[in-house]
């Protein structure tokens, strides 16, 4: 069994002197996996929800409040929320699986906007709110797994969706080019 206070010595250490936390690592890693292949009953799952508790731990490790539960809560605090995560997305694929076998297939829609104003009006947006816009849009991501993908707090992903949605409403409200009969810009 670890000592909680030396526990949370070796934590505090590790914001100076990031190797300390490897004695945290290797304190509670194994009942971290464990409890976790219980839960989920897949051993690669497991892993790598550890692995991403460990790594969501080192990046927090400034931030932990010792308020009596110490670290090993704590991590076990981690590891049930990316549980939550991993839980709730087995069930929208499951749901998703479900539904897709009992509708009648449809066409899938193209990869890129057919529409060429709206192409032009994609075009005039960041990168960043390109990519959070689209992931709603098209492959349906909530702003949870938006941030996940984007590697972005949910926040960003609140304030960028707005952002991308103003400008992309200011792009395709805006007057055409005029065209010439053979489709091209009139000069």
């Known amino acids: 069994m670890v000592d909680p206070d030396a526990d949370v010595r070796t934590l505090r250490r590790s914001v100076a002197e990031p190797a300390a936390f490897r004695g945290v690592f ?12 219980h839960r989920t009953g897949d051993p690669a799952v497991a892993e790598e929800l550890a692995a991403e508790t460990f790594a969501r731990a080192f990046a927090a490790r400034d931030r932990f409040a ?32 479900e539904r897709l076998r009992h509708e009648p297939a449809r066409s899938v829609a193209p990869p890129v906007p057919t529409d060429p104003e709206l192409a032009a009006a994609l075009r005039t947006l960041r990168r960043d709110e390109l990519d959070a816009l689209l992931l709603l849009a098209w492959a349906e991501l909530s702003y949870d797994e938006i941030a996940t993908a984007t590697a972005v707090p949910v926040g960003t992903v609140r304030s960028r969706l707005p952002r991308a949605r103003t400008r992309l409403r200011a792009a395709l409200a805006a007057d055409p080019p005029a065209l010439t009969p053979e489709g091209s810009p009139a000069r």
């Open 26 to 37: 290797e304190a509670h890693h194994p009942a971290i996996r464990r409890y976790l292949h």
């Open 66 to 97: 010792d308020e009596g539960a110490g670290v090993r809560a704590w991590l076990f605090a981690i590891a049930t929320n990316l549980l939550r995560d991993e839980l709730r997305a087995r069930t929208r694929r499951r749901a998703l699986a």
